[in-house]
Every structure is written in structure tokens, then in C-alpha cells.
């Protein structure tokens, strides 16, 4: 009975050391080795892997593409204008055990390379115009910023994938200081706008009665030629019939005459009676029945 009860303790010691000598590595991990803190082997291989108990632990890191969120960091161009520009790296760890013994974990790594980054930004940023950094050849600042970190970062196992700005923003004092200038420059160019309409207006408002005077003048003159034309010809067509027949267009007009000057109840004509307006009147003789 005794026996069975220190068989059944070998078994579970044995248990026990098997179980903690066992260490899984998984897809997304790579893993160091440490005995006493030192790096004794380093496994990039997912898969199942030993260690020795009590004397050895396991250090797990990380193999994908990890990201980082650096804090806003305030840029001075080189015109003096003020940014603040809010970035992020894309990283991977590429030498675990570089990683381990520079940096020792992922926190300060982290640390590290935001200080890293933020300083490369102000040294690359700091040399453009701020047009310049609100461009589209800010993409070339961002390589000058990756190529720069990168020499860095791996002298601690890292390499840098990516580097980008997510975004630019200016001061808050210099953002209303900017757009009450831009609202200026908006007031005065719709100022412009406007006098120009109004002296556009002034021309085409001067052509306009300038080709009305002009049309009007045309056809009054047209009007005029017409009429002297009409008056001509009636004056003719009169001539010709007064040529033809003198004392019947006589006593035409003189009918003529009389019809304009006797319409009317009312009018009254004092004149002698030997006078030329009646000279028809005096010839008009009785017809005598024979």
C-alpha cells in the first residue's frame, strides 16, 4: 500500500515535470529560451518544444506586424509656422534576440520608438515650408522619416514597415488666425467680383442704348425716306391728275375743302361773299325747263 502511494507521487511528480518542461509556441509567436535570464535558444517555429524546469523559462514575442500609436507631436517648419502632427509606425520584430537584450519587451520597445519617430518627424518636418507639408510631397518627407527610423530601430531587432501621418493639424491659434484671413481674402475677392459685374453691367447697358439710339435713329430715318418717298409720289400722281383735268381737280380740292372746313354745327365762317372759297358756289345756275 505503502509502495503504491509513492508509485502514484513518482507518477505525478513525473506528470508534473513533464508538464512544465512542455512549451507550445504558436503561429503568431516566436519564443526565447532563458536559463538564470540568459538566452539559451531562440524558436521561430510554431510547434510543441521542451525546456528544462526550474532552471529554464520561455520569453514569448510577438512575429506579426504590430502598431503604434505615436502622441500628437508639435513641428516648426522651416518658415516658422507651427504643425501639429499626429503619426503612427507599422513594426515588426524581425531579431528576437537583439529584441530581448535591447530593449527586453514590447512596452519599452514602444517607448523607444515613439521617442524615435517623433524626433525623426521634427528633424525631417522641420527643414520644409509648411505648403510644403500640407502637398502631396509629404509622401517623400514620409520615406525620409521610415528611412531614418529604420537605421534606429534595428539596433534593437525591429524593422520598420510603414510609417504615416494620419493627420496635420495647426494650432488653434493659428487655425482662427488663418481663417479670418482666409475669410478676408474671400471678402475682398467678392468685392471684386462684384465691381466687376457692376462695371460689366455699366458697358453692356451703355452698347445697349447706344444700339437702340442707333436702331431707333436707322428707322426713323428709313421712316422719313418712306415718307418723303409717299409724299412725292402722291404730289406726282396729283400733278399728273391736275394736268390732265385743271378745273375738275379744282373744284376737287375746293370740295375737298369744304367738307373739312362745314363738318360740324358749330362752325362759322365770316367771309366776303366775292371770296375765292365760294367761287363755286356763285356758278352754280338753276336748270331751266325748255
Do not use: C, H, W
Amino acid at each position: 500500500m505503502k509502495a503504491g502511494k509513492i508509485l502514484g507521487g513518482i507518477i505525478v511528480a513525473i506528470g508534473v515535470l513533464a508538464f512544465l518542461s512542455v512549451i507550445i509556441v504558436k503561429e503568431v509567436n516566436q519564443a526565447i529560451i532563458l536559463q538564470f535570464g540568459d538566452p539559451k535558444r531562440i524558436i521561430t517555429k510554431p510547434g510543441l518544444n521542451f525546456k528544462i524546469p526550474f532552471i529554464q523559462n520561455v520569453v514569448y514575442l510577438d512575429k506579426r506586424i504590430l502598431n503604434l500609436d505615436t502622441p500628437p507631436e508639435e513641428v516648426i517648419a522651416s518658415d516658422q509656422k507651427r504643425l501639429i502632427v499626429d503619426a503612427f509606425a507599422r513594426f515588426k520584430i524581425v531579431d528576437p534576440l537583439q529584441f530581448y537584450i535591447s530593449v527586453g519587451d514590447e512596452r519599452v520597445a514602444r517607448s523607444r520608438l515613439s521617442t524615435i519617430i517623433n524626433s525623426r518627424i521634427r528633424n525631417v518636418l522641420g527643414q520644409e515650408e509648411l505648403q510644403t507639408l500640407l502637398s502631396q510631397d509629404r509622401s517623400k518627407q514620409m520615406a525620409l522619416i521610415k528611412e531614418g527610423v529604420n537605421n534606429e530601430a534595428k539596433n534593437f531587432g525591429i524593422t520598420i514597415v510603414d510609417v504615416r501621418i494620419k493627420r496635420a493639424d495647426l494650432p488653434q491659434a493659428n487655425s482662427d488666425a488663418i481663417y479670418r484671413r482666409m475669410q478676408t481674402e474671400r471678402e475682398r475677392e467678392a468685392k471684386e467680383f462684384r465691381a466687376k459685374g457692376a462695371e460689366m453691367a455699366v458697358t453692356i447697358t451703355s452698347t445697349a442704348d447706344k444700339e437702340v439710339t442707333v436702331i431707333l435713329a436707322e428707322s426713323q430715318k428709313q421712316s422719313e425716306i418712306m415718307k418723303g418717298e409717299g409724299d412725292g409720289l402722291r404730289n406726282k400722281i396729283f400733278a399728273d391728275a391736275f394736268g390732265q383735268d385743271p378745273e375738275f381737280f379744282a373744284f376737287y380740292r375746293a370740295m375737298q375743302a369744304y367738307e373739312k372746313a362745314l363738318i360740324g354745327g358749330e362752325t362759322s365762317l365770316i367771309l366776303s361773299p366775292d371770296s375765292e372759297f365760294f367761287k363755286f358756289f356763285g356758278n352754280i345756275k338753276p336748270e331751266i325747263n325748255q
